[in-house]
T-cell receptor, first 112, second 114 residues
Framework: SQKIEQNSEALNIQEGKTATLTCNYTNYSPAYLQWYRQDPGRGPVFLLLIRENEKEKRKERLKVTFDTTLKQSLFHITASQPADSATYLCALGEGGSYIPTFGRGTSLIVHP | DGGITQSPKYLFRKEGQNVTLSCEQNLNHDAMYWYRQDPGQGLRLIYYSQIVNDFQKGDIAEGYSVSREKKESFPLTVTSAQKNPTAFYLC?????????????FGPGTRLTVT
């Protein structure tokens, strides 16, 4: 069956360190992968999109990698700040289906 | 100020009553979506609409209904047939139904049915 796995345990890191979140998938052939940020009680906010033929994407302190062989995407936040504390969702979109499927999200807590 | 609005933010209903959640967008987006989010769960797609006067069922459409009479509006009705209606409901829109465009989400409506 198809699965998108994000670590259900919260990631706790110290301010200034790099946070790395993982999104693994099974039985998908994604054409693209998106990352969203969600704060408690609010709607998700789009951060980055990476396509199947791209290895890496960057935006300010954010970096996403996409390895279709490992079936994994890594989401990095460098020089993390307490304001980065939130839940981060990955979403996969397959070719021919334009509606992405969302993972459950991983909570990131950045300690000052 | 462009965006998506959902109202109300909190909604309380008695079991057996239908309730309609509002979603409006002024982004001129073609596609609109309704998701449900339960604690510890990913977003699950209820209904989506690619164009006015057309909509399709998502993965968990049973007990829900929608309409798309105007481009900017996509209301969701939670009927009494929905077995577990208490949840956080999110509306989203996308520029057009083409891969690669991000979804813009509203602030959500938390529905509690007792």
């Amino acid at each position: 069956s198809q699965k998108i796995e994000q670590n259900s345990e919260a990631l706790n890191i110290q301010e200034g360190k790099t946070a790395t979140l993982t999104c693994n998938y099974t039985n998908y052939s994604p054409a693209y992968l998106q990352w969203y940020r969600q704060d408690p009680g609010r709607g998700p906010v789009f951060l980055l999109l990476i396509r199947e033929n791209e290895k890496e994407k960057r935006k300010e302190r954010l970096k996403v990698t996409f390895d279709t062989t490992l079936k994994q995407s890594l989401f990095h936040i460098t020089a993390s700040q307490p304001a980065d504390s939130a839940t981060y969702l990955c979403a996969l979109g397959e070719g021919g289906s334009y509606i992405p499927t969302f993972g459950r999200g991983t909570s990131l807590i950045v300690h000052p | 100020d462009g965006g998506i609005t959902q109202s109300p933010k909190y909604l309380f209903r008695k079991e057996g009553q239908n309730v309609t959640l509002s979603c409006e967008q002024n982004l001129n987006h073609d596609a609109m979506y309704w998701y449900r989010q339960d604690p510890g769960q990913g977003l699950r797609l209820i209904y989506y609409s690619q164009i006015v006067n057309d909509f399709q069922k998502g993965d968990i459409a049973e007990g829900y209904s929608v309409s798309r009479e105007k481009k900017e509006s996509f209301p969701l009705t939670v009927t009494s047939a929905q077995k577990n209606p208490t949840a956080f409901y999110l509306c989203a829109s996308k520029k057009r139904e083409t891969s690669g465009y991000e979804q813009y989400f509203g602030p959500g409506t938390r529905l509690t049915v007792t």
